[in-house]
């Protein structure tokens, strides 16, 4: 199974650094790049070609038009949105698909980083 790219987006410097380490730990993960703001956002995208960008739900620039705006220019990107204070995920992409999971635990988010998008 490759490497899938993740970048992680948002959320505070803390927040980042636990993450990836978590996914550091994983077999078929890696993390190419951590961004602060919604800005850089695009750019990263371009560069890096991630399988997964995972957004802090604290992300302020975070309404519907953004995220919808981003899943329709970045169709083969798929999108995690994480609320650490609820423990709640939405996992988004292709502007048909979207699934919440509430308080997932850390393996469970490792298994759906890895997993194939079609067998979602």
Same mark, same amino acid.
Request: overall charge negative.
């Given at each position: 199974?490759?490497?899938?790219?993740?970048? +992680? @987006?948002?959320?505070?410097? +803390?927040?980042?650094?636990? !993450?990836?380490?978590?996914?550091?730990? @994983? %077999?078929? !993960?890696?993390?190419?790049?951590?961004?602060?703001?919604?800005?850089? +956002? *695009?750019? @990263?995208?371009?560069?890096?070609?991630?399988?997964?960008?995972?957004? #802090?739900?604290? &992300?302020?620039?975070?309404?519907?038009?953004?995220?919808? @705006?981003?899943?329709?220019?970045?169709? #083969?990107?798929?999108? !995690? &949105?994480?609320?650490?204070?609820?423990?709640?995920?939405?996992?988004?992409?292709?502007?048909?698909?979207?699934?919440?999971?509430?308080?997932?635990?850390?393996? %469970?988010?490792?298994?759906? +980083?890895?997993? %194939? *998008?079609?067998?979602?």
């Amino acid at each position: 199974m490759p490497r899938k790219r993740v970048i +992680l @987006a948002g959320g505070s410097r +803390l927040l980042r650094e636990m !993450l990836h380490q978590v996914i550091d730990k @994983a %077999d078929h !993960l890696e993390v190419v790049r951590e961004i602060s703001t919604c800005e850089e +956002l *695009p750019l @990263a995208i371009e560069q890096f070609g991630p399988e997964w960008v995972i957004i #802090s739900l604290l &992300f302020p620039q975070h309404t519907h038009g953004w995220t919808e @705006a981003h899943i329709k220019h970045y169709p #083969s990107v798929r999108f !995690l &949105f994480l609320a650490p204070e609820s423990g709640h995920i939405k996992v988004k992409w292709q502007a048909s698909f979207e699934e919440d999971i509430a308080n997932p635990s850390l393996r %469970d988010l490792i298994h759906l +980083l890895e997993k %194939d *998008p079609k067998h979602t």
